[in-house]
């Protein structure tokens, strides 16, 4: 708006993932005038990337449960709720204005009501040599395999642990490819535990199909359990993966490709840049938000949905979704016409039950969470070791934030997003305090870096320069 | 949380670059000093700023302050055992008009009567040779050559950690409550208990009328928020700190090639949950003219941006001294948003003037009366 | 050391990355299509100069920055192919680098 108003929307949800697209759906179809946001070409987030537009036809490869999201696309198109695609929020702040980017050029949109639905990312894997090219996660194979159907060639090995690792291998050798092995880094201790919570999960259809994804690859696909220790190995590319097991056993593999996955973890940053109170989760190891029924956080106006709100999986995510719209459109349109909330809340109570078992079965031992060798490089961006970080904490600094006195850890583009939790649980683990007592980043936005070229064009009011302090 | 010393010779409240200034030189004349901090030192402005140490377009008043802390900065590893990341390439205020040269050029002339040397005016030819990214139409400009900058996280800390050294405590997570005077001692009332001392330094920053209300003494304190952006690292382009008084742009590149943009802009504070939010119309404003002056800069991008919670006084200038009201407070607040490099000795005079009932450093300009009048 | 699965015949998509032309499908982002024409290195990570590539491909890890058409610092696993873009490593050529 070349004037300087603001487009305004009564729901804006940023995230295009299960959560979103649900969320998205209600709201729309409750009359309130709703925006979808997402930074990616299509919906889908990333558990249903490219749901309308993969290039992998054959349905057997993804399986069933991906192109389940297929409906929640065509559900979303049908309510009349409006989106924007490859349009990256960099803003969000408490009055509920986002600063939006899209084909180059930067706006400011209000919001009556934000819904957050930026989902979750892979917990960051920090061991020697994760940098080297030729390292990726799981989930960047996978979306390769369900965005391009790029499969991976040469030597590869998968390494971590998590339902992720299992499904992505099954897929590759569906699509006829190879996976050369497996290291399965769940502990023997994750078993007992997962059990003592939740033993009824073990006769559930969920954990059955799990068991049977594993045993489909474990036919074709060597398999190393107990993996106590990874390190990449190259020279401006992984060229080997060393490995010892909790028997000693050590071994060194010449690899292609080397992916790592230990489970995921919310992705943070939008929300804790807005304000959005957030507190240690000690079950699933990281920071999740403080939000009440209505999935609004601790920002008035401002809900979080889906993996955000602390990890579930895509059926929760969806029900998260749809209480939040409801939520969100009743503060603002309290005649509107909105479904009932209970039959959501029974779906996600019994979506979210199954948690337990696997939180505690598959919740990675602190050696890959906080990494032993001092030579590991922690904070991707500006290459902080985490020897560096343990030498600052020893001169006495007590968190992520009074970093900044000595180290540049955390403040590249990447925003901690690679870095954080293990900063964190670093920090806390050297002080021998509780990781809740240690915090996180402060986060500011904008949350994606922003070219000065598009700021600088922002469509701006009359009176863009007010009070100004002389310097 | 409430072990500790309960008494001290001195309380100083914040532990801003002031505080943690005023209690370091305090501690080194033999005081016992306590330093309450709501949060940790370097959590608000003294950490969050652009880091200028500058003696540079500074009000006349505050210059005797802005050498002798000029004097201390150039000493900064010999005071608290850290270079603190200081850098001198000089500051430059760049006149983009013959207007603005002649403004420039009257001011120097008077700085010059006053005994003050500090600030040369430069021609096109001298601008150019400082400053090679600038345009070629400026015709000059005014230098002020000893001045840079520093990390200003990095010096709080730095203050903070000598002045432990030296003997000072520090209570941070404790916010003052209250504070009251009985029989020739203040109590200070605090949400971990209270301290006493016959002395107080009100440091407290954007909260320092809150103490100076509690004791009745109130001052016209307004709350700000001056924001900053960093950008990706950009190849080398520029030493000095480039300001431009008339675009509202105050310009540093750091040794790593990240640009740090700012220029007095506001966004909205709130103070009490220790939150600013953005005003990314006048951010863009900023990136707007520095995508106009720095062809060398269209290509980087902002990495973060945020604003500091400040403290500002209607005539721009701080308050230092004593109170007018009540026997043994002090005042050392109200920097307006250029407190930083005063830090150094601003924190001398008030710990001489603490210990000894006076200063040869002309402070009265700065005294909290010249509000009620 | 990737390839593509054998049914996905897509749209061809011509792109010229570093000079060269390289051939991408319709709906591949330019790190898919780098990455599936052996571009094995993206970038030189700034404080060290080691080679980086694409590590996330969901835009949260910053790895795989590339000039596109221009404009410096894209992340390239965000950025769908069109015919004619031109892209430019951090490889073997100096560049601003995040």
């Known amino acids: 708006m070349r004037d300087g108003t603001m487009e305004t929307w009564d729901v804006v949800v940023v995230g295009a993932g299960p959560a979103g697209l649900a969320a998205a759906t209600l709201a729309g179809q409750a009359g309130a005038s709703t925006l979808l946001v997402d930074e990616n070409p299509a919906p889908g987030g990333q558990i249903y990337r490219a749901v309308t537009e993969t290039p992998v036809k054959d349905k057997r490869i993804l399986g069933a449960d991906y192109w389940s999201g297929g409906r929640l696309v065509e559900t979303f198109v049908a309510s009349g709720a409006e989106a924007m695609h490859g349009t990256t929020v960099w803003s969000l702040d408490p009055d509920r204005v986002l600063g939006i980017s899209r084909g180059g050029k930067a706006h400011l949109l209000q919001a009556g009501r934000v819904i957050v639905a930026t989902g979750a990312q892979e917990r960051p894997f920090p061991i020697p ?8 996660t799981v989930g960047a194979a996978q979306t390769l395999l369900k965005a391009s159907g790029i499969l991976p060639a040469g030597r590869t090995v998968i390494a971590g642990l998590g339902p992720l690792l299992w499904l992505y291998a099954a897929q590759v050798l569906r699509a006829g490819g190879t996976i050369d092995a497996i290291l399965d880094t769940t502990p023997r201790a994750n078993w007992i535990a997962a059990a003592s919570h939740a033993p009824g999960f073990l006769l559930s259809p969920l954990w059955r199909k799990g068991l049977a994804l594993m045993k489909e690859v474990r036919a074709r696909v060597p398999q190393f359990t107990n993996v106590v220790s990874i390190a990449a190995e190259g020279e401006g590319a992984v060229r080997a993966v060393t490995f010892k097991i909790a028997s000693g056993l050590e071994r060194r593999m010449e690899v292609d490709t080397l992916l790592l996955h230990q489970g995921v973890v919310p992705n943070v940053n939008l929300a804790m840049a807005a304000g959005a109170k957030h507190v240690w989760d000690d079950r699933q190891c990281c920071f999740v ?12 106006g401002i809900h979080i949905a889906g993996d955000g709100a602390g990890i579930a999986g895509a059926w929760a995510a969806e029900e998260r979704g749809r209480l939040a719209a409801i939520a969100a459109v009743r503060a603002l349109r309290p005649e509107a016409s909105l479904p009932d909330d209970q039959a959501f809340r029974q779906l996600l109570s019994r979506h979210e039950r199954g948690r337990a078992f696997i939180d505690a079965l598959y919740l990675p031992p602190a050696s890959f969470r906080v990494p032993e060798v001092d030579g590991t490089v922690v904070c991707r961006c500006e290459e902080v070791t985490a020897g560096e970080i343990r030498k600052v904490v020893a001169l006495g600094c007590e968190g992520p934030n009074q970093m900044k006195a000595f180290l540049r850890c ?5 925003q901690g997003r690679m870095c954080g939790l293990t900063v964190s649980e670093l920090i806390a683990t050297e002080r021998g305090v509780p990781t809740a007592d240690v915090g996180y980043y402060r986060l500011r936005p904008p949350v994606k870096p922003i070219a000065l070229a598009e700021l600088a064009q ?3 009011g009359d009176e863009a320069t007010k009070a100004v302090v002389r310097l | 949380m409430s072990i500790g010393p309960r008494t001290a010779d001195v309380i100083v409240i914040g532990g801003g670059i002031h505080g943690c200034s005023t209690a370091l030189h305090l501690a080194r004349r033999g005081l016992s000093v306590i330093v309450i901090e709501k949060d940790y030192p370097g959590r608000h402005s003294s950490g969050v700023n652009a880091g200028g140490v500058r003696q540079l377009a500074r009000h006349l008043a505050e210059i005797p302050l802005s050498v002798a802390s000029m004097e201390m900065w150039e000493h900064i590893e010999d ?4 270079d603190c990341g200081f850098v001198s390439h000089g500051q430059v205020l760049v006149a983009e008009t013959e207007a603005e040269m002649d403004v420039f050029r009257a001011r120097v002339g008077e700085l010059n009567m006053l005994g003050y040397t500090h600030e040369e005016m430069v021609d096109a030819r001298e601008l150019k040779r400082l400053v090679p990214a600038v345009s070629d139409t400026c015709p000059g400009g005014v230098v002020s050559r000893r001045d840079g900058f520093a990390d200003p996280f990095r010096t709080t800390q730095a203050f903070r950690k000598a002045a432990i050294a030296a003997g000072a405590v520090f209570r941070e997570g404790v916010r003052v409550t209250g504070l009251v005077r009985a029989g020739g001692i203040w109590t200070v009332e605090t949400d971990a208990g209270s301290i006493e001392a016959p002395k107080v330094v009100n440091a407290a920053g954007a909260w320092a009328d809150r103490i100076a209300a509690a004791v009745g003494e109130p001052v016209p304190l307004e709350v700000i928020a001056p924001m900053l952006m960093i950008t990706s690292r950009v190849p080398a382009f520029i030493e000095p700190v480039v300001i431009l008084r008339s675009r509202k742009l105050s310009f540093k590149q750091f040794p790593n090639g990240t640009v740090m943009i700012g220029g007095g802009h506001l966004g909205r504070p709130l103070r009490d949950r220790n939150v600013t939010i953005l005003d990314w119309v006048k951010l863009s404003a900023s990136a707007q003219t520095v995508w106009e002056l720095f062809p060398v800069m269209r290509e980087a991008t902002i990495v973060r941006a945020w604003a500091g919670i400040e403290a500002r006084m209607p005539d721009d200038i701080p308050v230092i001294g004593p109170s007018r009201v009540a026997d043994g407070l002090f005042h050392q607040f109200g920097f307006s948003a250029h407190g930083f490099q005063l830090g150094p000795a601003t924190g001398s005079v008030v710990a001489e003037l ?11 300009a700065f005294n909290v009366g010249r509000f009620s009048n | 050391m990737l390839k593509r699965l054998s049914e996905a015949l ?8 570093d000079g060269q032309s390289v051939k991408a499908a319709a ?6 299509a780098l990455l599936a024409a052996g571009i094995g290195v993206f970038r030189k990570a700034p404080v060290g100069g080691g080679a980086r590539a694409p590590y996330c491909m969901m835009g949260v890890c910053f790895d795989c920055l590339v000039t596109i058409d221009g404009v410096g610092n894209r992340q390239a696993c965000l950025v769908s192919v069109r015919e004619g873009m031109e892209i430019t490593t951090g490889h073997g050529k100096r560049s601003v680098s995040a």
Request: glycine fraction near 14%; charge should be negative; aromatic fraction near 4%.
């Open chain 1, 129 to 136: 040599g994760w940098t080297l090219p030729g390292v990726m």
């Open chain 1, 289 to 300: 938000p403080v939000l009440d029924d209505g999935f609004e956080s601790s920002v008035p």
């Open chain 1, 410 to 414: 955390g403040m590249g583009p990447c």
């Open chain 1, 458 to 460: 922002l469509p701006a």
């Open chain 2, 79 to 82: 005071l608290v055992g850290d």
């Open chain 2, 354 to 364: 603490v210990a000894t009932g006076r200063t040869n450093v002309p402070i009265d």
């Open chain 3, 10 to 17: 897509p749209a061809a998509v011509t792109i010229r990355v």
């Open chain 3, 27 to 32: 709906g591949d982002t330019v790190a898919a």
